[in-house]
Every structure is written in structure tokens, then in C-alpha cells.
């Protein structure tokens, strides 16, 4: 079964610092998604991404974060200086646009220490 | 508007027993609610999910249940065993836009043997 690809499974990063977060989608998917889960909460959205541009974002999603489809198989959310509170599980999602197509990877634990 | 409010947060059931989990949303415009199951380390996978023309859709041991005038809706777990012990989520979308999936609080659910 397809599934998606999340890399590193765990990184741990020194406040200020930035990271990328990389996501391998289902590859005829067409819409891609990252969505955050702080340990014990819910899963938040953070950013849609479709034709190559973002689709909606949330407000969580401010100008230290952003995302990007390099290549046309790698889907990366970059966090440009992370604080403490950017600890949490990243997920990547895509979808074909049929809401029943639509996957989640396994995540990444982010830790900012 | 946005918010989909779930209960319990935790739920134990003897296995054999039913398990039933709520969930509720305010924005009549959402017209699509899946329910996801989370294991321990592991990204939301797709369980079951219903559009709100239909007020109940079974797989197997999963029912949702869904109150439109209400705008409530439920998932029932027939015949629980320890293997569906496990984190659920639901979640709202509007299909027609970005598929942004706002999702509620969890629950917790522990099947004993």
C-alpha cells in the first residue's frame, strides 16, 4: 500500500537554530499537508499546498515557517529559527483530492532544546 | 466556529464491550467527518467516514452514527477487542475547498482483555 515517507523520525535542535522536515507524498497525490501534534494534544493544522503554491494556511503558520516542493517528490517544512514551543510531532499528509485517499505519514519528533 | 469538541478524553472498556465516542461542530458548512485511529509513534490512519446526507454508516465493527439537526456524530466499536486500543480522532472538513481537516480533542481508548 503506498504510504508517506517522513525524515528523520526524531531530530532534537538547539533553540534559534533552523530545520527542514522532509516529507516523501504518495506520488500521484496533488494535495499535501502539514499538520503539528504537541505531546498529548490534538492534530493541528499548519499549511495546505497545492499547483505548487500554499493553499490556506493557519495562524499557527507565521513567517517562521515555510514549505516547498523542490523537486517534485519531496515536500519540506523549514522552521527558520525554532523556539521551545515548536516541540512537537510534524505530520505530512497528501492527498489525491478525494478525502478518502488521504494519508498521513508516521511523523516527526521535533525536540528544540 | 471552527472547533469540533470530542468526549470522553479517556474511555476503558472490557473487550467484548461497546465504545462510543462523540463528537460535535458548529459550522454547518463542514460536509465531511472521518474519524482517524492513532497508535502510540504512528501518524492518524483513516478509519471511517460519513458525509452528512446519510445518518449512519457501518464497516465491520465500526459505526459512525450522525445527527445532522444536531450537529453530532459518534462512532460506535462493536465487539472492542485490545488490538483497537488506540488514540481516535474526529475531524470536520468543507470537501469542496482545501481539505484542511480541523480535527478534535482525542480520546483515549483502552480495551482490557
Known amino acids: 500500500e503506498p504510504e508517506v515517507t517522513q525524515t528523520p523520525s526524531h531530530q532534537v535542535t538547539q533553540m534559534g537554530q533552523e530545520v527542514i522536515l522532509r516529507c516523501v507524498p504518495i506520488s500521484n497525490h496533488l494535495y499535501f499537508y502539514w499538520y503539528r501534534q504537541i505531546l498529548g494534544q490534538k492534530v493541528e493544522f499548519l499549511v495546505s499546498f497545492y499547483n505548487n503554491e500554499i493553499s490556506e494556511k493557519s495562524e499557527i503558520f507565521d513567517d517562521q515557517f515555510s514549505v516547498e516542493r523542490p523537486d517534485g517528490s519531496n515536500f519540506t517544512l523549514k522552521i527558520r529559527s525554532t523556539k521551545l514551543e515548536d516541540s512537537a510531532m510534524y505530520f505530512c499528509?497528501?492527498?489525491?483530492?478525494?478525502?478518502?485517499?488521504?494519508?498521513f505519514g508516521s511523523g516527526t519528533r521535533l525536540t528544540v532544546v | 466556529q471552527q472547533q469540533v469538541k470530542q468526549s470522553p478524553q479517556s474511555l476503558i472498556v472490557q473487550k467484548g464491550g461497546i465504545s462510543i465516542i462523540n463528537c460535535a461542530y458548529e459550522?454547518?458548512?463542514?460536509?465531511?467527518f472521518p474519524w482517524y485511529q492513532q497508535f502510540p509513534g504512528k501518524g492518524p490512519a483513516l478509519l471511517i467516514a460519513i458525509r452528512p446526507d446519510v445518518s449512519e454508516k457501518k464497516e465491520g465493527r465500526f459505526t459512525i452514527s450522525f445527527n445532522k439537526s444536531a450537529k453530532q456524530f459518534s462512532l460506535h466499536i462493536m465487539d472492542s477487542q485490545p488490538g483497537d486500543s488506540a488514540t481516535y480522532f474526529c475531524a470536520a472538513t468543507i470537501a469542496s475547498n482545501t481539505g484542511k481537516l480541523i480535527f478534535g480533542q482525542g480520546t483515549t481508548l483502552q480495551v482490557k482483555p
Open positions: 459550522n454547518t458548512a463542514f460536509d465531511y
Open positions: 499528509a497528501s492527498s489525491d483530492g478525494n478525502n478518502y485517499g488521504y494519508t
